[in-house]
């Protein structure tokens, strides 16, 4: 996967209003599992945030850093080499995209792992879902994420994009067969997280959050 990212310009993106910068938007592939089908739809994913120029993307893909489960206060050397490789894109971050697989009904361990190691980094900051699956479409992880989000004191997008039969749907060269639906349900969800985002970010600039 990629890291940090330059916008790029495209005229289907809202307007920057008055001159602010850009929302900084961590895209999280939360999946590690061999063979996962996770980044095939995480370029689909990134290729829409890319294009408009009211965003820029940093990626966290969960493979690329090996999170210990057992958490602490005072970390290890180790564990905290693998903090600092995530830690500070979801700090610098406006908002949030969880892109989530569904193993047994829920989200991976990967996931939960990056979670729990972090507070402060999510609060008062929107997160949206984007899932894929079998019959669900991951659906049922995307709805055990959003009460684990609302006691870190995020604001979860209503709207999800969620890819059912994911495999079918993409061909071998990750070209998503008929992407007309899913790219209109891009666009809300994307719409909705940079309103959160504007939203949010302004008011803390007036006030921090919890004050």
Sequence with gaps: MTETTSPQSASAAPALDGGDTPLRVAVIVGSNREGRFGPIVAEWLLAHVRERSDFVVDVVDLAESELPTSLSFSPSAAASAELAKVTPKLAAADA????????????????????????????????????????????????????????????????TVSFHNAGALFDVEGNHRDPSAADAAAKGMLDQLAWWGWALRGAKSVRPYGS
């Design 96 to 159: 949030f995209i969880v892109l989530t697989p569904e193993y047994n009904h829920s989200y991976p361990a990967s996931l939960k792992a990056l979670i729990d190691w972090h507070k402060d980094e999510w609060e008062a900051k929107p997160v949206a879902f984007v899932s894929y699956g079998g019959l669900s479409g991951g659906l049922r992880a995307v709805e055990h994420l959003r009460p684990v989000f609302a006691e870190l004191h995020t604001v979860t997008i209503r709207d």
